[in-house]
C-alpha cells in the first residue's frame, strides 16, 4: 500500500523568498517519488524525480527535493520565489515497474510581488 | 510534436448526452491511463491499459468506457452524461512495465461542462 500526504493545500510567499512545499509518504517498498506543476489551464509537467539514485534531487527552474526515509519525506524546495512559480504542485509516489502511482492533494503556491 | 495528445481539448455539452474524447502518444509506450481532476484540482486514476489490455479500472461508473484500439491510442467514452462529469480529464502514458520509474507523461487536458 502506499499514500501521500501534501501537508498545505495553500501555501503564500513573497517574491524571492524562499519556497517550501511540505511532503510525507507512505511505502511498503521502496518507492519512486516525484513532484508535478501543473499552471493555470494546463496539463502536469515534471519538475523533478526521486529514483533511488542520489537522495537530494534537482529539478527544472530551481527547485530542488531532498528524500528523507527516516522522516518518510520528499519537501520541494526553491530558494528564491519568482511570479512564475505561481502554480499547483503535486507530490507523486509510485512503484517502480508497477502502474500504481498515488497522488497528493495538491500545494497551491502563490507569490505575492 | 506533441507527445502526449488530447482531443477535445474543450467540451460543452448538455446532461444525458454521450461524448468521447481521444488520447494519441507517439513516445512509444505502453501504459496509458485516464485521470479525472475536480474543480478541488484533486486527480483520481480512472483506467489504465497496459498495451491495449485493461489494467486498472477504480470505481467509475459504468457510464464510463475506455477503449485502447492500439498501444498508443486510448480513448474514453462517457454516456449519459451527468452534471457531476464536468472535470478536467487528462490523458498519461508511461513506458513498458518492470522498466518504468512510474514517471507519468500527461496530455494537456480535456475540459468537459455539463449543462
Known amino acids: 500500500a502506499q499514500s501521500v500526504t501534501q501537508l498545505d493545500s495553500h501555501v503564500s510567499v513573497s517574491e524571492g523568498t524562499p519556497v517550501l512545499l511540505r511532503c510525507n509518504y507512505s511505502s511498503s517498498y521502496s518507492p519512486s517519488l516525484f513532484w508535478y506543476v501543473q499552471h493555470p489551464n494546463k496539463g502536469l509537467q515534471l519538475l523533478l524525480k526521486?529514483?533511488?539514485?542520489?537522495?537530494l534531487v534537482k529539478g527544472i527552474n530551481g527547485f530542488e527535493a531532498e528524500f528523507k526515509k527516516s522522516e518518510t519525506s520528499f519537501h520541494l524546495t526553491k530558494p528564491s520565489a519568482h511570479m512564475s512559480d505561481a502554480a499547483e504542485y503535486f507530490c507523486?509516489?509510485?512503484?517502480?515497474?508497477?502502474?500504481?502511482?498515488?497522488f497528493g492533494t495538491g500545494t497551491k503556491l502563490q507569490v505575492i510581488p | 510534436d506533441t507527445a502526449v495528445s488530447q482531443t477535445p481539448k474543450y467540451l460543452v455539452t448538455q446532461m444525458g448526452n454521450d461524448k468521447s474524447i481521444k488520447c494519441e502518444q507517439n513516445l512509444g509506450h505502453d501504459t496509458m491511463y485516464w485521470y479525472k481532476q475536480d474543480s478541488k484540482k484533486f486527480l483520481k486514476i480512472m483506467f489504465s491499459?497496459?498495451?491495449?489490455?485493461?489494467?486498472i479500472n477504480e470505481t467509475v461508473p459504468n457510464r464510463f468506457s475506455p477503449k485502447s484500439p492500439d498501444k498508443a491510442h486510448l480513448n474514453l467514452h462517457i454516456n449519459s452524461l451527468e452534471l457531476g462529469d464536468s472535470a478536467v480529464y487528462f490523458c498519461?502514458?508511461?513506458?513498458?512495465?518492470?522498466?518504468?520509474?512510474?514517471?507519468?507523461?500527461f496530455g494537456e487536458g480535456s475540459r468537459l461542462t455539463v449543462l
Open positions: 507523486v509516489v509510485s512503484q517502480r515497474g508497477y502502474q500504481k502511482v498515488t
Open positions: 498519461a502514458s508511461t513506458p513498458a512495465l518492470g522498466t518504468n520509474t512510474g514517471e507519468l507523461f
Open positions: 526521486y529514483t533511488s539514485a542520489a537522495t
Open positions: 491499459y497496459n498495451n491495449k489490455e485493461l489494467i
